[in-house]
């Protein structure tokens, strides 16, 4: 798969990880000027998580993206459909409980998880409306989910700029720095078909999210939307 769409196969998806998972985390380093790990300390402060609380980390690859939950004394399951991803996490983090899991047929009962969260991966899920409904369904009452993602910049002239980026930087520097850089080119053009910020909590909504609120990072290249199930 190197071309964007959002009606997504999902095992051609989860292959496509599968290829870049071995330099997954140094090519997004590079790829995002180092703005990846700011990015995911705000995710860790919106989530907030407590210890004994249950965390579900959705999207998590190698689990990388689930070290700050759980150094805060939470229980953080990370979740992930690209079992190259997970075996990758494995070696890494071998006292995780990586799981894998389709986020639109998540494998938890019913109210498990105080918190859920995404990062960089609810625009790959085939069906993404149904990913919010499951995402609600495992949260217990009172519980929270935050989606970190790609959206688009708020000033005019960087946006041109960023999307210049993402069509004509960002394939070479992939070339140079991952393990398959067609797949790059797919998240590129995934990025540019996402729907922005107000849609995206217009999804939330409808989903059964309440409270449904969101604030841009970095001028809107990544934005982080929260909601709340009610109790």
Same mark, same amino acid.
């Given at each position: 798969m190197t071309r964007a769409s959002l009606n997504k196969q999902p095992h051609e998806v989860a292959s496509m990880f599968d290829d870049v998972a071995e330099r997954y985390?140094?090519? %997004?380093?590079?790829?995002?000027l180092g703005q990846d790990r700011v990015w995911r300390k705000e995710v860790a402060r919106a989530v907030d998580?407590?210890?004994a609380q249950k965390v579900l980390d959705l999207a998590a690859g190698t689990a990388t993206s689930s070290l700050p939950f759980a150094r805060t004394g939470a229980y953080v399951v990370p979740c992930d459909f690209s079992l190259g991803m997970l075996q990758v996490g494995k070696k890494k983090h071998p006292w995780l409980p990586l799981t894998a899991g389709d986020a639109t047929k998540l494998p938890f009962k019913d109210d498990t998880f105080d918190a859920v969260t995404i990062s960089f991966g609810l625009r790959n899920v085939q069906d993404?409306?149904? &990913?919010?409904?499951?995402? +609600?369904?495992v949260t217990k009452p009172g519980g929270r989910v935050v989606i970190c993602e790609f959206s688009h910049p708020t000033w005019a002239p960087f946006r041109t700029v960023y999307t210049e980026y993402l069509m004509r930087a960002l394939p070479p520097v992939a070339?140079?720095?991952?393990s398959s850089p067609d797949? +790059?080119? +797919?998240?590129?053009?995934?990025?540019?078909?996402?729907?922005?910020?107000a849609a995206l909590a217009e999804h939330l !909504? !409808?989903? &059964?999210?309440? %409270?449904?609120?969101?604030? %841009?990072?970095?001028g809107g290249v990544v934005a982080l939307h929260r909601g709340f199930k009610q109790a």
């Open positions: 985390d140094l090519t %997004n380093d590079v790829l995002s998580a407590r210890p993404f409306d149904a &990913g919010l409904r499951e995402m +609600y369904r070339r140079a720095v991952s797949a +790059y080119v +797919y998240l590129a053009e995934s990025i540019r078909a996402w729907p922005d910020q !909504k !409808k989903a &059964g999210w309440s %409270n449904v609120a969101w604030r %841009n990072l970095t």
